[in-house]
């Protein structure tokens, strides 16, 4: 089997998947379902896997996430995503190395990996994909509008009992303008990976119709840039389905990577579907495209988006 899309003529609908000649989506750990994947089937992966901050890790659970984050935007007594804790990387990269060598395993040479992380954790995830055997050819980042997130410390001033009334007047007074270490977050980090190429570049364009990017794609009109700003309300008119999901990304910056790095009729997978942003970006530009998702509830948003955005 090149790719499970080749041989799926007929549409095939069951509780955990969705497979027509142009995609096929699964409700199922990704951990075992790339194990269906020949080697050197996939043109292109495009993902944006857990974050593996807050809870958001592989064990990530719509029902725990909205219990600890809800209506506060809270969770363990910080903001959504400021908790920090040095072991969320080490999990993160635990996690992300096997993955990493089925993605070099599955990729066609010269073919990109384009993994999504967190600022604080990116260097994590490249490495997975450093050891796994891919080059790391960049770091590309989304630049969305950001939120100031870092905290005074005057709140923990005035509750400290080993200080006088004096201390804590001097101490919030000399503090004042200086807040946790977190400047306002605006870029998502993504490795741009890249799977060795067989030969020259001509050479492996030959033979793959990988290896190159398109530069003529471009978000502003000018040559391609690493830094892609794209506002996080462009979400809002992508969509006539209420997404509930916590993360969806915007469909038009995904087009954009999609254009960048693959050819029509080429295979997108993204093996973390979340709310299918990825396939619907993937399939709008004519390419096939592979997804995976292992909560139920979104994969079922994914499959009711696919059927209703993809034109
Ligand atoms: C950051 S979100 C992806 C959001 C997506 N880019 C979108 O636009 O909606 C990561 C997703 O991976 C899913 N996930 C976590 N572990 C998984 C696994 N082992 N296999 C498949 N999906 C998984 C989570 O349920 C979550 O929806």
Known sequence: MTARIDSAQNIKDSNTQFITSKFS???QDCTEGLKALSNNSIDCIITDPPYFIDGMGSEWNDTNLKTKASKSGVIGGLPV?????????????EFMNPLANEFYRILKPGGFCIVFSQARLYHRMAMSLDLAGFEIRDMLAWKYEGQAKAFSQTHFIKKDKNLTQAQKESLIKELEGYKTPQLKPQIEPMVMAQKPKEGTFVQNWQKHKLGLINTKESLDGRFPSNVMGVSKHTRKNESNIKIEHLT??????????????TQEEQIVLDPFMGSGSHGIAALNNHRFFIGYEIEKKYF???KKRIEQEVL
């Open 248 to 261: 969806p990304k915007p469909v038009c910056l995904i087009s954009h990577l999609v254009r960048l790095f």
């Open 81 to 93: 995503g400021m908790k920090f804790d040095k072991a969320q990387g080490e999990r993160l990269q």
């Open 25 to 27: 989506i699964y409700n």
């Open 300 to 302: 079922e948003i994914a």
